[in-house]
Each structure stands twice: as C-alpha cells, then as structure tokens.
C-alpha cells in the first residue's frame, strides 16, 4: 500500500512564476490536508480538502494561494507570482473517513521544497 | 483561542528517559497526537490519546489529563536516532471538521 506521494520533491523557481505541488492521498483516504514549514519552524496548517470540496481553508493566504481536489486525479496547491518568502517545505497529509481506523490519524508525504530564487 | 506550548529544545543523555510536555488550550477536543520529524524529513504518528492516562506502545509512552489540558510523551532506554523534533497536536473538531492544531514542535538531542 504506497503511502501519501507529493511530486516534485524540490521545486525551483524565480520571483513570478507560478508553482504547482501536487499530492496523492493514500489509498482510501479522502482526506487532504496541506501544510508549510518553515526551517526550525512548526507546522503551519493551510487548507483541508475532501473530493471536490474545500473544508477548511482557514491558514491560506488572501491571495495567490489556492488548493483543490479533483474526483479525479491529485490534490493540487497552487502558488502564483512567487516570491521569496514562500520558500519553504510544504507537506501534504491524508487521513480517512472519520471513523475509519483506530485513531483516524494523518498519514504525511515527503513534502516539496520550494526554493524562490 | 487555541494554544499549544511545548518547551523548545530539550537534551538528554543515551539510555535515559526523558519526558517532554505539552499544554494545551483548545475551544473543543477530540484526540491528542504526537508526532515524531527528523531533519528535514516528514513527520510521523508516534500515539494517540483520547482518554485520560497512559497509553504505552514500546519505548514510547503518552499521557494524557483532559482537566488539566496536559500531555506528555515519555521516551525510554533513548538511543541516538531518537534525536528529532517531537510535535504535539489537538484535534478539535468533531464530524466533517478533522482539522489538528499544531505545537511547534520541541526539538530533541540525545547524546552519548
């Protein structure tokens, strides 16, 4: 059973130009989750994703920023117009239907590391 | 609002034990996490605690008091690749609302 994919693992960029970090859930998961890490920093929750269906997109910035979750296909983060500051590690999660498994804990991916020159 | 301490940095020697805490302060509960990263590595699930007390699983061991919004992780007989940040994190919602609120993570160094 492969565990939660993210693609690329490092991405780089220059000022302006758009990233796309992809994310596929475990198998039987429906649930999506996105984060972004700092160095020698926590875990600073962005969005949360089901099927087709934004959750909780409480930690996104305003603006360039956006998520989905296609029926079909990889979850998707999209940054537009980088800029230096959203270099970071961002890490995907899944988890499963609630109830589903003992603890319904996150299961997380490899993450992507931006790097905005 | 939410809130969640754990102290920063924390050493210790081969072979202790060594407990690290954590506070909580969260407008609902429904399970507490502990996560175990290494450098520039993804985190992974260490244990899970819904009720009060000790849940052991191995060297490591996590407890839990919801009346005093306290936790802990306790590890054992600590050997050197145990040296990594150990994060706690709430869950707060029930139903459709799965979200984790996270510490910043308290970052373990075993020496020898």
């Known amino acids: 059973n492969a565990g939660v994919m993210q693609n690329p693992r490092h991405l780089v960029r220059r000022r302006g130009q758009e990233a796309r970090l992809r994310c596929s859930p475990m198998?039987?998961?429906?649930?999506v989750y996105w984060y972004r890490q700092l160095p020698e920093e926590g875990l600073k929750f962005m969005v949360y994703?089901?099927?087709?269906?934004?959750?909780?997109e409480s930690g996104m910035p305003k603006e360039r920023f956006s998520a989905e979750f296609p029926k079909e296909g990889p979850s998707i983060l999209r940054i537009q117009q980088v800029v230096r500051g959203d270099s970071a590690a961002y890490f995907c999660?899944?988890?499963?239907?609630?109830?589903?498994?003992?603890?319904?804990?996150?299961?997380f991916g490899p993450g992507t590391r931006l790097t905005v020159l | 609002g939410q809130n969640i301490d754990q102290p920063t940095e924390m050493t210790a020697t081969e072979g202790a034990i060594v407990q690290i805490n954590c506070t909580y302060q969260?407008?609902?509960?429904?399970?507490l996490f502990w996560y175990q990263q290494h450098a520039g590595e993804a985190p992974t699930f260490l244990s899970y605690?819904?009720l009060d007390g000790l849940e052991e699983k191995g060297r490591f061991s996590s407890f839990l008091s919801r009346s005093k919004g306290y936790s802990y992780l306790l590890l054992k007989e600590l050997q050197m690749k145990d040296s990594a940040s150990y994060l706690c994190?709430?869950?707060?919602?029930?139903?459709?609302?799965?979200?984790?609120?996270w510490g910043l993570g308290t970052s373990l160094a075993v020496n020898p």
């Open positions: 999660a899944s988890s499963p239907l609630p109830g589903q498994g003992p603890h319904n804990e996150q299961f």
């Open positions: 198998k039987g998961h429906s649930h």
């Open positions: 605690n819904v």
């Open positions: 969260t407008s609902g509960f429904n399970g």
């Open positions: 994703l089901q099927k087709e269906n934004i959750i909780d």
């Open positions: 994190a709430v869950r707060e919602g029930a139903g459709n609302n799965r979200k984790l609120i």
